[in-house]
């Protein structure tokens, strides 16, 4: 199985909803090729947000009386009109019926247009946000589970910090976290435009919980427009995906990615201590 028949079935794969041999070759490209390994790991994650953060949407009950009244002023201009101008015993025109029940149709349509718009720009957002934040996870999934080894591994976070100011050609950030030690430091270029300037991703550890401090100075980071507009403002994006919580914030100068085993409150928590 190639690449393009791999695409073809990876949300089949996803939901398990694929006959045993096409599985078992799917899965078998997957693990050699390392571009769709990233796909399917995206799909899946996208999946696992969608399924945890779809919700129906609560319509404020001032909006829904505001609607209601508008229908019944309608209504009640179109009873009145009908009285004003039928004489008795005369049947109402087919067309006066038929426009007044387009005008209630209208109403509904456009409330559930303005209803679907608001949910739609919110899911694309989280779409958006997952895909940015999609290579980052695989590969602290892949050293979490020791599938990966970081390039710098020590008990001496000095010796860590001189290595990775050296190998880098921007100013990192080496964050302080209480109750966490930096043990490890992992470089690649996935996110930056030059194969220059690495991409910085630095490991802290506190018993079995792990934070991924991923950083890229932010001029040369290639994420979408809506994200990098959102951190340039100073906004904290928080949110998860499946198992792993993550945060998106920029330091003005750096791009910062922190992905964790902890829960979304205990990342947040643990980053407004050391920022």
């Known amino acids: 199985m190639d690449c393009r028949q791999t695409r073809e079935v990876l949300s089949a794969l996803v939901d398990n909803q694929i006959d045993e041999t096409t599985k078992r070759e799917a899965e078998e490209h997957i693990w050699r090729c390392a571009t769709c390994r ?8 996208t999946k696992d947000l969608i399924r945890t953060k ?27 009109s009908v009285k004003f101008k039928t004489e008795p015993n005369q049947k109402v025109k087919p067309w006066l019926e038929i426009a007044f029940s387009v005008g209630v149709a209208l109403v509904v349509i456009s ?41 710098i ?7 860590i910090t001189n290595q990775v100011y050296s190998k880098v050609e921007f100013t990192p950030w080496v964050m302080q976290i209480p109750n966490f030690k930096i043990v490890g ?44 507009k959102r951190i340039s403002k100073g906004e904290w994006i928080y949110d998860t995906i499946g198992d792993d919580s993550f945060a998106i914030w920029g330091t003005g100068e750096l791009l910062c990615c922190a992905v964790s085993n902890l829960s ?12």
């Not at 404020?60 to 009145?80: A, F, K, M």
């Not at 591994?153 to 010796?159: H, N, R």
């Not at 979304?264 to 920022?275: G, P």
């Open 38 to 45: 990233t796909e399917f790991e995206l799909e899946k994650k």
């Open 54 to 80: 779809v919700k129906l949407i609560n319509i404020p009950q001032e909006l829904v009386q505001n609607i209601l009244t508008q229908i019944r002023t309608i209504q009640d201009g179109y009873e009145s």
């Open 111 to 151: 409330l559930s247009l303005v209803l679907v718009t608001v949910y739609e720009n919110k899911m694309a957002q989280k779409e958006i946000i997952a895909k940015e934040v999609s290579g980052i996870l695989s590969h602290f999934d892949s050293i979490a589970n020791g599938l990966v080894k970081p390039e």
């Open 153 to 159: 591994i020590s008990d001496d976070p000095s010796i």
């Open 185 to 228: 430091a992992s470089f690649n270029a996935q996110h930056s435009n030059s194969k220059v300037e690495k991409c910085l991703s630095l490991i802290y550890r506190s018993g079995d919980k792990l934070i991924f401090l991923h950083q890229v100075p932010l001029h040369r980071a290639t994420i979408h427009d809506d994200v990098k």
């Open 264 to 275: 979304r409150e205990e990342l947040e928590k643990v980053l407004k201590q050391s920022w």
